[in-house]
């Protein structure tokens, strides 16, 4: 696989896409992750870095080497980066739900919050929203829904996890970034595969065999155990509708 190739064709059809929408600009919600950062190179790449906006949007509990990674990303691509603090918006929400909001809730707030920053933001700079879902986590239902899976044009639908580190290596891209592991940051400690319970190895693997292979459950069971692909199944099934409205 030819991950260079894969980078100017996304740069290519998002500029396609953009091109169509009639905006002047472009809005991006910088995580300080992979996902983010390869969006945000890829839309510089397209239409310039001064075309492009980025907005980091922290809650009080956020990380600072997200933010220090954010800032790495500007400087490697010379987009423009502000900070939307969301703390007092999400608060205003979490407070509603009383003393036992659950750590997830607390998450999709957040996620929403940023989603309205990233419209308005939109709405005032004549620009579109960039989304940065990848394909593992739209399968999976791993994202919330009118949040991160929010945007006007998704440049990364079509590419596995580990597609986004390949590309995102052949992108030069920086360092840190690339050794993280994967966390929406939505609490402290919380990273994608403990909240999944699976690794984005085993997860690609399994929905590669099932999309591109056409293995049927047997088949899968052969290669992986029962537990996982049963898991990785009912998950898909059970959030099909989050794609399909």
């Known amino acids: 696989m030819n991950y260079s190739d894969i980078f100017n064709n996304l740069t290519l059809s998002f500029k396609n896409a953009f091109n169509m929408t009639g905006a002047e600009n472009a809005v991006i919600g910088i995580s300080g992750g992979i996902d983010s950062a ?32 954010a800032v790495k990303l500007s400087e490697k691509y010379g987009f423009k980066l ?35 920053v990233l419209f308005d933001k939109a709405a005032e700079h004549n620009a579109v929203v960039i989304g940065t879902s ?8 791993y994202g919330t829904w009118y949040g991160d899976t929010a945007s006007s044009i998704n440049l990364l639908g079509e590419l596995y996890k580990r597609e986004v580190y390949g590309v995102s290596e052949a992108a030069c891209m920086v360092e840190s970034i690339m050794k993280k592991a994967p966390t929406a940051d939505l609490w402290p400690g919380q990273t994608d595969e403990a909240e999944l319970g699976l690794t984005y190895e ?25 537990e996982s692909v049963d898991k990785i199944i009912k998950r898909v099934i059970s959030n099909s509708f989050k794609r399909h409205t």
């Not at 839309?43 to 907005?55: D, P, Q, R, S, W």
């Not at 990848?134 to 239902?141: D, H």
Request: with cysteine; glycine share 8%.
């Open 202 to 226: 085993l997860l690609d693997n399994v929905l590669y065999d099932i999309e591109q292979q056409h293995l049927n459950r047997n088949e899968l069971y052969e290669k992986y155990d029962k």
């Open 82 to 116: 502000e900070v939307a603090d969301i703390s007092a918006a999400a608060d205003a929400f979490i407070n509603m739900g009383g003393g036992n909001i659950t750590p997830l809730r607390k998450g999709n707030i957040m996620a929403r919050c940023r989603m309205v």
């Open 134 to 141: 990848n394909r593992t986590e739209l399968l999976l239902g």
């Open 38 to 69: 390869l969006a945000c190179a890829a839309a510089c790449n397209a239409l310039g870095e001064k075309k492009v906006k980025g907005f980091f949007m922290p809650y009080k509990t956020s990380s600072e080497h997200s933010y220090l990674d």
